[in-house]
């Protein structure tokens, strides 16, 4: 089985030696590198063409402008060949034996979509911290939708197959690119979890994951959770889903609470729009539009 490691990249040229000799470690050898760098501003190209030479097992593509994450890894997934796709951040690297014990796990279990495992904070320098507080398998009849708490987590790998099923990465999305795409996977097959630690998360600062935009990072994480709701309801998918009434106050805590942060600000109609978009989502809007109608119609008689 061929192995596709994606790595999509931006600005991250001077960690990517240590993502690029972590790979060419591997105890595996069938595998492929697709690399999409996202027009870095750095000296990333230059870095990356100077290591992987004239290794045809690696593939580099360049943005022509910036694009965003999404775009990005979905240009990844696109030109990627192999059996088995998993991403690995150009900031991080794998452990040796990484692509191995995927690869096994995935030949044992032809009905599993997407593949999980723990994995290691390390420091700039690739030095161990700690071991990373999520990564789980999930309890029988949830799904990651419902259950969350960091259940999927790095190294996650998923077959092509069920990828080509699925509506794919979207590229429009900036942020929350991963969870929207564990999702879609499991929609299509069965998650497996690896009680082992396959992945080198590196704590940069620099980092998409870490950077101090929450609320664009906010909203994406709303997306992603709305997306996967419509689309199994819609689609009647045998899979573990929020309920309409979970999802009424879930939308409508979230368009409160951005209320909130903006209601001392002079953005009036995007606070007051915030505002009624959480009305309107309330599971009690109904009775409160008929409440509205009531009280006019008294009003318009006395």
Sequence with gaps: MLFSILIANYNNGH?????YESIIKQTYNNWEVII??????????????KLIGNDKRFKLFVNTENQGCGFTKNKCAYHANGDVLGFLDS???????????MIERHRLNNDVSIITS????????????EIGKTGTSLPKNTSYLTY??????????????????????????????DQDLYYKMEEQGKHYFIDESLYLYRINENSISN???TYKAEYWHFYAINEAYKRRKKSKLKIDNF??????KYRSNYYLARFEKLKLSKKTQSKFYFLAKS????PRHKFMLKLKSFLLLIIGKI
Excluded at 40 to 47: F, G, L, R
Excluded at 91 to 101: H, P, Q, R, T, V
Excluded at 118 to 129: A, G, P, S, T
Aim: charged share 25%.
């Design 148 to 177: 969350g708490k960091g259940a999927l987590t790095h190294f996650a790998t998923f077959k092509k197959t069920f990828y080509l099923q699925s509506m794919g990465i979207d590229s429009k999305m900036k942020r929350a690119v």
């Design 91 to 101: 900031d991080d690297a794998i452990k040796s034996n990484a692509l191995s014990i």
């Design 279 to 282: 009305f309107l989502s309330s």
């Design 243 to 248: 309920s309409s009434v979970y999802m009424r």
């Design 211 to 213: 950077n101090n935009n």
């Design 118 to 129: 723990k994995y290691e904070l390390v420091d700039l320098e690739m030095n161990f911290k």
């Design 15 to 19: 960690f990517f030696k240590d993502c």
């Design 36 to 49: 999409v760098d996202d027009c870095s501003t750095d000296y990333s190209v230059e870095t990356i063409k």
